[in-house]
């Protein structure tokens, strides 16, 4: 899903975006010319690869967001915002589906420990 930059006012313009078992839920709205702020919730269930024992399995997620898009370059000197980063698009355009599809690459890119490890200590006890 798209929106145009130019038609995201400073009331709050609700969206919903589904992919990979997550579902990103929020609003988005105009903070000042060009910077617009997401407000909103990611909830499913992912699958992810255990890094200590190679396995794959599900992962529930529920976490609030709050990210920043610029409309264009974002001027980090003239910030008058306390220190964040920032999403640059330079379309006119800010993709829902780009911005969610980030955020479950930037979760299987973090460290993962399954709830239980199977490892040899466990078999042995049995």
Do not use: N
């Amino acid at each position: 899903m798209q929106i145009q930059t130019r038609k995201i006012s400073s009331a709050p313009k609700a969206f919903e975006v589904c992919a990979h078992g997550l579902r990103l839920k929020g609003e988005l709205y105009a903070k000042e010319r060009g910077l617009f702020c997401l407000e909103a919730r990611l909830e499913g269930e992912i699958e992810l690869i255990c890094d200590r024992s190679g396995e794959a399995f599900m992962q529930a997620i529920d976490e609030a967001l709050v990210l920043y898009i610029s409309d264009g370059f974002w001027d980090t000197q003239s910030q008058r915002f306390e220190a964040f980063d920032v999403i640059e698009c330079f379309d006119g355009f800010i993709d829902l589906d780009s911005i969610l599809q980030s955020e479950i690459e930037s979760i299987k890119l973090d460290y993962h420990y399954k709830g239980e490890y199977h490892g040899s200590a466990k078999e042995t006890s049995q």
